[in-house]
């Protein structure tokens, strides 16, 4: 894919999961044949920026000799799942049965459709967007939600799967949950009326219970991390017990099996360790540190500016108007421009600016924004 800091390779590792070896290798391609900074998305995809034409083959087939890449339709399930001892059930029967369903479709299912199954325990998937999305309510019971639109409960979760994914085939490869005409998808007598169940939002950084020992989820700063840091971390994996790392929603990793004393090492080498940490409400792009359309380096903006950021609120600083790192609004937003930062209230990058901003301004705006 290209960017405006040159190709960029999405990586989704089968499985979920990456033992600290493979994920050291993957780190020094990413400084070899990248611009040196490994990401984690908001999905928990790994991430790498500015391949070239020249370095983006060699690359795909160095990442093809260390991990195997999860092809087909995407089915998501949290980074706990299977270990977690609060989950209602374990997702991933369901989902590899789900993806299996989906195989015959091919093509017919766009590249950007997505599944959820969820099983319910410390670590949702709640603030993903998804076109099919299955949340465990019980050891047998699944909730069904096409697009935003809960659809029920159901105690056959595959019959309800197969027929949505054949209404989306039947799209085409553009086709998404929202092109859907719900009223006319009939889910019969597979689903029952149910009220909206919430899941609590919870952070996945921090120290989680596992069924066997435990986890600890690290943040990385504005989703970002230099290859030197995600290495140094899985060359030491071994002095704190962990058997792998998995990545996880909001730009987060899991390290499987980590005692408490990674925090100290994790928090030095630059991760977020704290789960009210500021900088997790921080959206921030590489800006001109690495792409040709930012007019700011925006995530040292970013790390200016996150002591000053009230709780609860959250900022977006962007490289130019396009607002690639945070599509959506926040509660204050700073783009770069040729003449300043536009100052944003409640709104995206795309919108127009109530002011423009020299440096030295920023921290008084940000002040008087969260009045």
């Given at each position: ?117 969820d099983g319910n ?82 952070s996945p950084i ?161 002040l008087a924004a969260?009045?």
């Amino acid at each position: 894919m290209q960017t405006g800091d040159g190709l960029l390779a999405r990586i989704r590792v089968a499985g979920g999961q990456i033992d600290p070896v493979r994920l050291e290798q993957l780190a020094v391609l990413c400084g070899t044949h990248g611009n040196g900074i490994i990401e984690i998305t908001a999905r928990g995809n790994l991430q790498v920026r500015g391949l070239t034409a020249a370095t983006a083959p060699v690359f795909a087939d160095a990442v093809r000799d260390i991990v195997t890449i999860e092809t087909g339709l995407v089915v998501e399930t949290p980074p706990l799942a299977g270990d977690d001892p609060l989950e209602f059930v374990d997702p991933r029967p369901l989902a590899g049965s789900i993806k299996a369903l989906a195989a015959p479709f091919g093509h017919r299912l766009g590249p950007k459709v997505a599944v959820i199954v969820d099983g319910n325990g410390q670590i949702g998937l709640g603030a993903l967007k998804a076109d099919l999305r299955l949340v465990a309510v019980g050891v047998e019971v699944w909730l069904v939600s096409v697009g935003a639109r809960l659809m029920g409960t159901t105690h056959r979760p595959l019959d309800c799967a197969r027929i949505v994914l054949t209404a989306l085939a039947g799209l085409g490869p553009l086709g998404r949950a929202t092109d859907l005409a719900t009223d006319g998808l009939d889910l019969g007598d597979l689903v029952s009326p149910s009220a909206p169940v919430r899941q609590p939002v919870s952070s996945p950084i921090g120290q989680f219970p596992l069924q066997r020992g435990k986890a600890i989820g690290l943040g990385l700063p504005f989703g970002a991390m230099g290859w030197e840091s995600m290495a140094a971390l899985a060359d030491g994996a071994w002095r704190f017990g962990i058997s792998a790392f998995r990545p996880g929603p909001h730009h987060s990793l899991l390290a499987i099996g980590a005692d408490g004393s990674l925090l100290a090492e994790a928090a030095e080498i630059g991760f977020v360790t704290h789960p009210h940490d500021p900088r997790t409400r921080i959206s921030a792009c590489i800006g001109s540190d690495g792409c040709a359309s930012g007019h700011i380096a925006a995530r040292a903006v970013a790390s200016r500016l996150a002591p000053g950021l009230a709780p609860g609120s959250s900022l977006h600083v962007s490289g130019c108007q396009k607002g690639c790192a945070h599509p959506g609004p926040a509660d204050v937003t700073l783009i770069g421009r040729a003449d300043g930062y536009g100052l944003v209230i409640d709104g995206r990058a795309g919108d127009t600016p109530r002011a423009v901003l020299r440096a030295d301004q920023l921290e008084t705006a940000l002040l008087a924004a969260q009045g």
